[in-house]
């Protein structure tokens, strides 16, 4: 059973659009980190959600904390081709990721 | 830079052998664990160690083990190898505390032939 599930799995757009991924549990976390992992390179952290509503910026992204910190969002704004990647979830506490948001974004 | 550095980037094994997969991370990190990836799947926790000499197990540990003698080394030992043990395996380290996020290596693309 996956404690984490994020959707889409799969997301193809183009340059310039906005979009949005989720991450939902239901299962309460003390904390919520995204990741970006390029082919053939580990997952390299963007940002750690810890507050119950909490709204983090990172240039384009924004990353979003649900109230009862049971899930998150993160929301790219005129996405790039650089945004191209994997995306994972990960909860704190239980050391569980998501299945991962395969990202595309076509020039 | 900070880093975690995994011996290996491509391994091809033979069935039945033993394979050490190397850790090592120069942070001073108190935690480090092994995750396997495989697509669909996502990552999946083999084992963890919070501590030197110290390893719990994750949610699929079976036909893995781990050895921990050093702080900043966390090694990842397949007993047997077998071919559903082809897999990318990730190796992070992260400061004490829960909410400190993880930092991972480049990762080993293990395959058991």
């Known amino acids: 059973t996956q404690l984490l599930e994020q959707s889409p799995q799969f997301l193809s757009i183009q340059e310039g659009e906005n979009l949005t991924v989720y991450c939902n549990s239901s299962?309460?976390?003390?904390?919520l980190q995204w990741y970006r992992q390029e082919p053939g390179e580990g997952p390299v952290l963007l940002v750690t959600v810890v507050t119950g509503g909490e709204v983090k910026k990172l240039k384009r992204l924004t990353f979003q904390f649900g109230d009862a910190r049971k899930d998150s969002s993160l929301h790219i704004t005129a996405a790039q081709t650089g945004d191209t990647g994997l995306y994972l979830c990960a909860g704190a506490g239980r050391l569980v990721f998501g299945q991962g948001t395969r990202l595309t974004i076509n020039p | 830079d900070v880093k975690v550095t995994q011996s290996s980037r491509y391994l091809v094994k033979r069935t039945g052998e033993k394979v050490f997969l190397e850790c090592v991370q120069d942070m001073d990190h108190e935690n480090m664990f092994w995750y396997r990836q495989d697509p669909g799947l996502g990552l999946r926790l083999i084992y963890f160690s919070y501590d030197v000499k110290m390893k719990e197990k994750g949610d699929i540990p079976e036909g893995y083990s781990v050895s921990r003698e050093k702080k900043e080394r966390f090694s990842l030992i397949l007993e047997s190898a077998s071919t559903n043990q082809t897999s990318m395996y990730l190796c992070?380290?992260?400061?004490?505390?829960?909410?400190?996020?993880?930092?991972f290596g480049s990762g080993t693309r293990l395959t058991v032939v």
């Open positions: 992070a380290s992260r400061r004490g505390g829960a909410n400190y996020g993880y930092t």
């Open positions: 299962s309460v976390f003390s904390s």
